[in-house]
């Protein structure tokens, strides 16, 4: 098992996603950067779907009683084991009685600790994803207890020891399809959302990322109408709100664009402070 005796910073146990409930207003919850996740849970020879523990930095500090494989995607973080700084491109075995810490993310937001056979929290609703009012908690907190299953005599055979883990570039630009009310803007409207420079606001986390441009485009709401994650939302005050993983199943500002699969990862790894544009596919 893993205790936790530091939780780090928006820490939490995810896989990809609770579906099939949004008909009762249940996010879809899930990783924010399923790229990051998918790679550390397939270098371990996990399904793809196995929970692993998404964390900003500074990460949380875990303590291993028992052996383990991990592996540790997305931003890059320093790792170290007893104080021992070790590789983190690809997997690495932890022994008992072992203390995993992290640095600081040097770029990007989220990494993922994925661990041989999954992190075994509850599933609810069909998923292990954390969110608060349906799982236990929200986040992971110190002294909280993370089962992980024991290592079998093949477990180390199933791992791609000499597969590396992929990198995390600069994001420039974040693709997106037009949203429902794209074509209600002006074509002045339009160009000022195209060809603004967008800045990452700070108060952005997994339910809406925040983003600002010195070009003002405001329209007036709309009914309330379905949104999903990657719906780019415009408020009558100028501020895009583009929901993330947690979001709601409703809202009322307008859709200017939706995000594809490819631009929600892009958007979800870029840091605030940080600049992008719109590329419209």
């Given at each position: 098992?893993?205790?936790?005796?530091?939780?780090?910073?928006?820490?939490?146990?995810?896989?990809?996603?609770?579906?099939g409930?949004?008909?009762?207003?249940?996010?879809?919850?899930?990783?924010?950067?399923?790229?990051?996740?998918v790679?550390?849970?397939?270098?371990?020879?996990?399904?793809?779907?196995?929970?692993?523990?998404?964390?900003?930095?500074?990460?949380?500090?875990?303590?291993?009683?028992?052996p383990?494989?991990?592996?540790?995607?997305?931003?890059?973080?320093?790792?170290?084991?007893?104080?021992?700084?070790?590789?983190?491109?690809?997997?690495?075995?932890?022994?008992?009685?072992?203390?995993?810490?992290?640095?600081?993310?040097?770029?990007?937001?989220?990494?993922?600790?994925?661990?041989?056979?999954?992190?075994?929290?509850?599933?609810?609703?069909?998923?292990?994803?954390?969110?608060?009012?349906?799982?236990?908690?929200?986040r992971?907190?110190?002294?909280?207890?993370?089962?992980?299953?024991?290592?079998?005599?093949?477990?180390?055979q199933?791992?791609?020891?000499?597969?590396?883990?992929?990198?995390?570039g600069?994001?420039?630009?974040?693709?997106?399809?037009?949203?429902?009310?794209?074509?209600?803007?002006?074509?002045?409207?339009?160009?000022?959302?195209l060809?603004?420079?967008?800045?990452?606001?700070?108060?952005?986390?997994?339910?809406?990322?925040?983003?600002?441009?010195?070009?003002?485009?405001?329209?007036?709401?709309?009914?309330?109408?379905?949104?999903?994650?990657?719906?780019?939302?415009?408020?009558?005050?100028?501020?895009?709100?583009?929901?993330?993983?947690?979001?709601?199943?409703?809202?009322?500002?307008?859709?200017?664009?939706?995000?594809?699969?490819?631009?929600?990862?892009?958007?979800?790894?870029?840091?605030?402070?940080?600049?992008?544009?719109?590329?419209l596919?």
């Amino acid at each position: 098992m893993i205790e936790v005796q530091h939780p780090g910073i928006y820490s939490t146990v995810q896989d990809l996603g609770r579906y099939g409930y949004r008909r009762f207003g249940v996010p879809l919850s899930g990783v924010m950067d399923k790229e990051m996740a998918v790679a550390a849970n397939e270098i371990l020879g996990n399904p793809v779907s196995a929970a692993v523990l998404e964390f900003a930095s500074p990460g949380p500090r875990l303590f291993f009683s028992k052996p383990a494989i991990i592996a540790v995607s997305g931003a890059p973080v320093g790792v170290r084991i007893n104080g021992e700084k070790v590789n983190t491109g690809r997997p690495i075995l932890i022994e008992t009685n072992s203390l995993l810490t992290f640095e600081r993310a040097s770029s990007a937001v989220w990494s993922y600790l994925s661990v041989k056979g999954g992190l075994l929290s509850r599933e609810v609703l069909g998923s292990r994803s954390f969110f608060p009012g349906i799982t236990k908690s929200g986040r992971i907190a110190a002294g909280d207890i993370l089962e992980i299953a024991t290592l079998s005599e093949l477990s180390a055979q199933e791992v791609a020891w000499g597969n590396k883990l992929p990198e995390i570039g600069e994001i420039e630009q974040v693709a997106a399809y037009q949203g429902p009310e794209f074509p209600l803007l002006t074509e002045l409207q339009k160009l000022a959302i195209l060809e603004s420079e967008f800045e990452v606001s700070p108060q952005s986390n997994r339910m809406a990322t925040l983003v600002h441009s010195k070009k003002i485009v405001k329209v007036p709401e709309i009914i309330t109408g379905p949104v999903q994650p990657g719906t780019v939302q415009l408020t009558p005050s100028g501020t895009m709100v583009v929901l993330m993983r947690d979001a709601q199943t409703t809202g009322g500002y307008a859709r200017v664009l939706q995000l594809t699969d490819k631009g929600f990862i892009q958007l979800s790894r870029i840091q605030a402070g940080k600049h992008f544009r719109f590329r419209l596919v």
